[in-house]
């Protein structure tokens, strides 16, 4: 199955790999503590500070080796419930049907008629800024795109004849939604999967830039370009990097979810999927 | 081969036609469509090609034009029209001559009108672009063009947008289109393929009879040898982009020199003995009417029918007849408002749900689109194997036993077993899903248009299987089917319906032989017969009748 | 025409009734969410006379249903309320940074728009050749940036390196439209990048859909001029889904107006909005999110609202 990777997809795959195993051995990686002062404000890059040194003079490449560890973490978290939420509920409405159906589409048609951004806002100007409340909120308003997606797909192979063929057999609703439905409708949610992560990266990034993250001296990237920002007008780039990161990172599985996608359209079902 | 006069209208010679195709997993490669076929063409007359799908007649056709469809190319070869090589025209020497001295007729008038005009801003634009004649002048012909095309209300008719008129009403529009602009050469490609049979009459004649008053030639593009008997001069039989015969109409049908041809021919001889009805019913539907969604309008009118063990049942209608509604009736999926549903002697809950597994196991069903009716992400061992888990509770080596004995059934290799529907052919598919149906041992089986949308010789194959297991297996078939010439080959009695009702019902003998009332007539009249001058036979009778009337 | 009539008077009173199912979502959103307001807005080591001075200021005494009514006829007559942590008029205080906003927002669109739209085109007519195949490697990688990341990329080469542009936008009243323009031209430029991909990559799929439908088959086998085709046969039928796109990301260039304004310190409504989010000054957050996301309905509401008025089914019913 992997015979073939094209030159992108392989680029891809490899920064996102090397991204996750910074995530996952930070503590080892790193040169400096998180919060630890080693030298003066801004300083350029060296030997000792790899990409110089904060608006703290805390070493850079630390806090983005920490950053990441923080910025993944809380966007696999939301992203995983958005997806459960999401699809769960979306093949639900989708198999049964009648009022259960209309009521969690209208109620997901409201929510999302209010831009996501803005309704994080709203909230977390009364929630507490926590890890968890985060999560919450991020995937929780997630979940709507996940919902519309899965509950298309859904509706499409529910009015497959094979479905029918099997309902007419005499099947009961978890092997028509496990065995004829869920097989059929994975490729597509594989592909989404990762543009709902890059979405994730995206906001708790935008949330924490704006101070309404991650709150310091907590270590996040979108935290860290705004705790840099200031330098920029005096020709300091300290901000840019941890922006770039996130560029990298977004793009990195970009290109994987777009391989994805492309193998798994061109498939028409059959072997090895 | 037909003899060569001076200067043709048209000349291809060595058509070479080849397109890239990208098969997931696979390399992109080139496959040829079209391979090495010439023809000629003289002004005025009527050359049909036909052939099943994957022949290449509408490559050709189209290459007429010097047009590819969907990244066809043209690699080889020479395609000539009034003395001027298509190929070689150019961007601006290819304008002026689409539109102008050649026009196409597709099959789906409905998607080939923009959605967004009126009808005779469409129908005479080619003509006023290309300078032929004035805008008054185009419209005037193209009003004479829907009165000769016995289009209603041809002075309003072009005041309308496309998705204002019927799908037969349209086809003739598109044909009106073609001829406004005064063409050499018409392609048509299926123009009544997507129609009702009694709607196909109509247009079918109409079309013959405005080729004949405007001497325009034409390429006839269809599957159905009957049809291209009806308006062709010459027939040219095609197959995987070669060339098969080709000659007179009367020689290609009367004396086929080629064993394909032949068997293009002589596609529905089946012989069926009629089977004389048993003492009592095994399915007896009682006075059943149902609409959809509790909605007001009958679907189905107080339909009675009995279908007895071991016989074929054909239930005949045009689309919107009714008779998928009778079978999801009789399955369960749609409860009637009134009526029962009686099998071996019992009458069955009206509900799915309610069911028993049982009653499930004894009433299996075949679809008309094989492709979706297999779940793509299991083999064909899961397929056919998964109703003897289910209902018998086999399992292991015997499961995979009795899978292999069914592949046997449906003549089919044990190697089958583990391959995925996408791999398998159109034929091979729908005998699959009659495996999946024998797997349950059901006494009844319920066939959807199983055969529509398989070429005529395969569904041929098809239909003989099926003949052949009913005497081995003693199942009953519900067929189903708009089809009357596959009615004639497999039922043993009739119901013909239409809109929502059973207007005709009885043993096959009987329903086929007259008197007939009105709808039956017009059905059986309109289904095209292998035979020169069987359009017009059709047409006088029906002109006589009315006339009567 | 009847039929068109009834249609858009429908879509228009269900724009409505969403913007009034709205303003209960966001009413909710901030007061019946678990936690004390009050609490939360003086933090842990409140007095409990400073807890409840505040909670009477905010009425949090009332029934929930209450307050909403009152909130909502405020609403309806034009009074926003006051702002908890300065004591001014949030109508007045929003009146001119909306008004900055909507600038911004549209000097963005004015250039975005047509851009992206025949950037589209181009991708059309060059379908699978080098500047289709370019242009939509550049968008895959622009929609995976950040917005801070091209703003701060801008300020630092543009106007700190090269200095051609200010780096902060400051608008003051009496400010020429000239100057104004070069103030807003690096936020606008910002927002451009990120719509733009979105935007492009939309109108190239909705235009090659209506290119490969068989209606352009039959106009080109009439041997009409590319242009032809184009002009009479596919840009009819393209107009409804090319607005679809325009609205849906005029809409995403609402939200992203938020962050921008933020990076470039300007003084309109996302700032605004994301100040009073980190003083939790709860009815100057209501009265932004509401006017958010009634900006964010109504273009969708003209977008559904073209479609319908494009539509030869409905505009000529049988």
Known sequence: MFRRIPPSALLGLVLTSLFLITAIFAPLLAPYGKTEIVGAVWEPLSSQHWLGTDNLGRDLLSRMIYGARTTIFIATMATVLSFSLGSILGFTAAVVGGWVDQLLSRFVDLLMSIPTLIFALVVLSVLPSTVLTLVLVMGVLDATRVYRLSRAVAVDINVMDYVEAARLRGEGQIWVIFREILPNALSPLVAELGLRFIFMVLFVSALSFLGLGIQPPEADWGGMVKENKDGIVFGIPAALIPAAAIAALAISVNLVADWVLNRTTSLKGGRGA | MPENSTSPLLEIRDLRIEATVYPPGEAPHDITIVDGVSLTLQKGKVLGLIGESGAGKSTIGLASMAYGRGGVRITGGKVVLNGRDVLKAGRQGLRSLRGKEVRYVAQSAAAAFNPAHRLMDQVVEAAVVHGVASRAEAEKRAKSLFRKLSLPDPDNIGKRYPHQVSGGQLQRVMTAMALCSEPDLIVFDEPTTALDVTTQIDVLAAIKDAIRDTGVAALYITHDLAVVAQVSDEIMVLRHGKLVEWGHTRQIIKEPRQEYTNQLVSVHEIEHQEKPPRETPLLSVRNVTAAYGGGPIDVLKDISVDLYAGQTLAVVGESGSGKSTLARAITGLLPPKEGSIEFAGRTLPSRLAERTRDDLRELQMIYQMADVAMNPRQTVGTIIGRPLEFYFGIRGRERDARVEELLDKIEMGHGFKDRYPAELSGGQKQRVCIARALAAKPSLIICDEVTSALDPLVANGILRLLLELQAEEDVAYLFITHDLATVKSIADSIAVMYQGSVVRYGSKSKVLAPPFDDYTDLLLSSVPEMEIGWLEKAISSRRMESAGN | ?318
């Open chain 3, 1 to 318: 025409m009847g039929m068109v009539a009834r249609l858009v008077a429908q879509r228009l009173a269900l724009g409505l009734l969403l913007l009034f199912a709205v303003s209960i979502l966001i009413f909710a959103g901030t007061q019946i969410l678990p936690g004390d307001v009050a609490q939360s807005i003086l933090g842990q080591s409140a007095t409990p006379e400073a807890l409840a001075n505040l909670r009477k200021e905010l009425g949090l005494n009332e029934p929930a249903l209450s307050r909403y009514f009152s909130w909502l006829g405020g609403l309806l007559t034009g009074d926003l309320g006051t702002s908890l942590s300065s004591g001014a008029d949030i109508s007045s205080a929003i009146a001119s940074r909306l008004a900055n906003t909507l600038f911004l927002a549209s000097v963005a669109a004015v250039v975005s728009v047509p851009l992206a739209i025949l950037l589209g085109l181009i991708a059309v007519r060059y379908r699978d050749r080098w500047p289709d195949k370019m242009i939509s490697a550049v968008t895959l990688a622009s929609i995976s940036l950040p917005e801070f990341f091209i703003g701060y990329v801008l300020i630092f080469f543009v106007a700190v390196k090269l200095a051609w542009f200010p780096s902060i936008a400051t608008v003051y009243d009496g400010m020429g439209f000239g100057q104004r323009l070069m103030t807003v031209a690096l936020p606008a430029a910002t927002l451009t990048l990120v719509v733009l991909a979105h935007m492009m990559r939309m109108t190239r799929a909705a235009i090659l859909n209506v290119m490969q439908s068989a209606y352009v088959e039959t106009a080109e086998l009439k041997g009409l001029t590319a242009f032809d085709v184009i002009r009479k046969h596919a840009f009819p039928n393209a107009i409804a889904p090319i607005v679809n796109v325009v609205m849906l990301n005029l809409a995403f260039l609402v939200v992203g107006v938020v962050v921008v304004e933020v990076i470039f310190v300007y003084p309109g409504m996302g700032q605004y909005l994301v100040d009073h989010v980190s003083k939790r000054d709860v009815p100057v957050v209501q009265a932004c999110g509401l006017i958010f996301a009634a900006f964010y309905i109504g273009l969708n509401l003209v977008a559904d609202i073209v479609a319908i008025l494009t539509n030869p089914r409905l505009r000529h019913p049988k």
